[in-house]
Nanobody
Framework: QVQLAESGGGLVQAGDSLRLSCAAS????????MGWFRQAPGEERGFVAA????????NYADSVKGRFTISRDNTKNTVYLQMTGLKPEDTAVYYC????????????????WGQGTQVTVSS
């Protein structure tokens, strides 16, 4: 069992940076791939980024490549999402999730979810 809690969201201006954190509890965090998803009002939850259990492999949605960086610290049971060059279209609730592979991009492929943190980017 893994419990996840996101933090770091907020209101920023276009072009700003923000770092989201996801703290995990449970013994099996370090052997699970982790992902970030986001959901804007009226839209389905969509894939943002994922990282393998070791941190050696990452995967990004095309819309965030080159702007967002996912990382993890298994000693702190935490995964991060560094977001730079934020755009108004990045506005959404951001969720972290624990799954089986950094290749997974579907919501259904992740077993554990946090409650989400709101990111709002003003123009």
């Amino acid at each position: 069992q893994v419990q996840l809690a996101e933090s770091g969201g907020g209101l920023v201006q276009a072009g700003d940076s923000l770092r989201l954190s996801c703290a995990a509890s449970g013994r099996t965090f370090s052997n699970k791939a982790m992902g970030w998803f986001r959901q804007a009002p009226g839209e389905e939850r969509g894939f943002v980024a994922a990282i393998s259990w070791s941190g050696s492999t990452t995967n990004y949605a095309d819309s965030v490549k080159g702007r967002f960086t996912i990382s993890r610290d298994n000693t702190k049971n935490t995964v991060y999402l560094q977001m730079t060059g934020l755009k108004p279209e990045d506005t959404a609730v951001y969720y972290c999730a624990a799954g089986g592979s950094s290749r997974y991009q579907k919501v259904s492929e992740y077993a554990y979810w946090g409650q989400g943190t709101q990111v709002t980017v003003s123009s």
